[in-house]
């Protein structure tokens, strides 16, 4: 059965490296892929953008192509919620569909400061997707939940629901939202750093660039 992989982020903004790495994913697994925007816990610094406008971005980056979609369910929800929480939902709907979660390299380093994370390997699979600059090696405890877990085959993640891990090796491509930020409020304009959609609208991008115009 085709995998359904989720790619979760806060997408402030949606920049090419995630739509490339979302792409070669799905081409990789024979997945489909939805890019699913989350909402922010209070206690952490706010994106730039508000939910809507990253919505708005999403929608624009995605025109014109039917691979790659947009799922805005933990933006519909009132307040953040835990991704486990989330996959716990899709699992419920897909019946014994395989389900992946998709990471970068950085946040599965991370994953250990999940709500629950032992039990994403219950209700998904998790496709790692290499970063530049990210450190191959793991924290020892997470290396150890996972390595009996990993498999290099995507036969193997098709025939079963949840539960294995997948290096996914796409086109390493060295952009972060944090200096797209960064270039925008200098008043630099990344145009090819960013989906060409993004600059059909110059509403779309109006928060990043403000705090120069306004500064
Ligand atoms: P920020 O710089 O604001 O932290 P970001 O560019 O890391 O943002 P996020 O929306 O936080 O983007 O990331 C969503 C997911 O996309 C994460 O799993 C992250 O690891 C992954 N990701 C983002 N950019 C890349 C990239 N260039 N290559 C591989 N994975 C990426």
Not at 87 to 112: H, Q, S
């Amino acid at each position: 059965m085709k995998p359904l992989a989720l790619f979760g982020g806060t997408f402030d903004p949606v920049h090419i490296g995630h739509l490339s790495v979302a792409w070669e994913a799905s081409e990789l697994l024979d997945a489909e892929v939805r890019l699913m925007p989350a909402s922010v816990p209070p206690h952490r610094v706010p994106p730039t953008a508000s939910a809507a406008q990253r919505v708005d971005m999403l929608r624009a980056a995605l025109r014109g192509q039917s691979r790659l979609t947009l799922d805005t369910r933990e933006l519909d929800r009132s307040g953040p919620s835990y991704t486990v929480d989330t996959l716990d939902e899709f699992r419920l709907e897909c019946g014994e569909r395989p389900l992946m979660l998709l990471l970068g390299a950085d946040a599965f380093a991370g994953l250990r400061s999940w709500h629950r994370w032992r039990d994403l390997f219950e209700v998904a699979h998790i496709g790692v997707i290499n970063r530049p600059g990210v450190e191959a090696s793991l924290p020892v405890e997470l290396e150890r939940a996972v390595a009996a877990r990993r498999t290099d085959d995507p036969a193997i993640i098709r025939a079963r629901p949840a539960g294995r891990v997948i290096e996914l090796a796409v086109t390493p491509l060295e952009v972060s939202a944090t200096h797209i930020r960064q270039l925008l409020a200098a008043g630099r304009d990344p145009r090819y750093l960013l989906p060409a959609g993004l600059f059909d609208d110059p509403a779309l991008l109006a928060p990043y660039r403000s705090s120069f115009e306004n500064g």
